[in-house]
């Protein structure tokens, strides 16, 4: 079994496309605000307000699916301030924020999927940018395996 090294590791995590430093403040500002506006309504869903476990129950989700989603907001949101998981976050995000859309077109009010159709382009921009820094989490945990063979 091969040893893992900090140097294994920071080639690994160097094999990446990096941001120019305008797109990357950019970046950064999105992360930021989205992850403010994830971690509030995250929140609000674990609090399992009023409003909240109505909108859950008239969806068809419950409690059930109000706990799910409230803890995946916080955990993409807390992720989209990690660098390396930033890309990543913003994928995931991006996947719940069109599941989130369809469901307002389909089970609630159509009129409603503008909110989550608002919040995809900042967070899909977040994943398309920080591909790089999804790329880097990838080779490192391809070097781990690799390591552990």
Do not use: H
Not at 4 to 9: H, V
Not at 100 to 116: C, Q
């Amino acid at each position: 079994m091969a040893t893992i090294t900090a140097s294994t590791l920071r080639t690994a995590a160097a094999e990446a496309p990096r941001t120019g430093r305008r797109f990357g403040a950019v970046l950064w500002t999105f992360q930021v605000l989205m992850a403010l506006a994830f971690l509030i309504a995250g929140s609000t869903k674990l609090a399992a307000t009023e409003q909240a476990v109505q909108g859950f129950n008239k969806i068809g989700f419950g409690e059930p699916g109000l706990y799910v989603i409230g803890t995946l907001e916080v955990l993409g949101a807390i992720a989209l301030l990690i660098p390396i998981l930033s890309g990543l976050s913003g994928a995931a995000l991006s996947t719940l924020l069109v599941g989130a859309t369809i469901t307002e077109l389909v089970a609630d009010s159509p009129s409603m999927a503008v909110v989550p159709l608002a919040y995809l382009i900042p967070v899909g921009i977040v994943a398309y940018g920080r591909r790089g820094q999804t790329v880097r989490l990838l080779n490192v945990v391809r070097a781990v395996r690799e390591a552990r063979r």
